[in-house]
């Protein structure tokens, strides 16, 4: 856990806070096995690309997110689940502007994702 709350602006900032989630995830009951087959080094650096994209805008991220999640048994619950690890992850670790976009930001792709899934209307 960091000491002093900052906020997330570089790169680092970025991978400490994809890891930190990631661990998270992977021992959550609920979210562990829907990830049990995911290929961690390939896909965490994918996932510092899409949030260093969204949150710095550097654009490092290409790629479809949701075609990467359709195959997946997901309801909303799992939605629910998966926010609320990343907004503690967020509010353990950070603070400031891009702190807030970044839970905003997940909420935003949580909610179109289980729109686009029909999870929602």
């Avoid at 510092?48 to 490092?60: A, E, I, K, R, T």
């Avoid at 075609?67 to 997946?72: E, G, P, Q, R, V």
């Avoid at 609320?84 to 967020?90: D, H, I, Q």
């Amino acid at each position: 856990m960091r000491i002093i709350k900052t906020d997330i602006v570089t790169r680092e900032d970025i991978q400490y806070l994809v890891n930190s989630f990631y661990t998270k995830v992977r021992a959550d009951e609920l979210l562990a096995p829907l990830f049990s087959a995911v290929d961690w080094p390939h896909h965490l650096p994918v996932m510092y690309n899409f949030w260093s994209s969204v949150l710095l805008g550097d654009q490092s991220y290409a790629g479809n997110p949701m075609s990467k999640h359709l195959h997946l048994p997901l309801e909303k619950h799992h939605f629910t689940r998966w926010l609320l690890l990343f907004t503690a992850t967020v509010d353990e670790n950070f603070e400031g502007y891009n702190a807030t976009e970044a839970k905003n930001r997940a909420r935003l792709v949580a909610d179109l994702f289980q729109f686009k899934m029909g999870l929602i209307r």
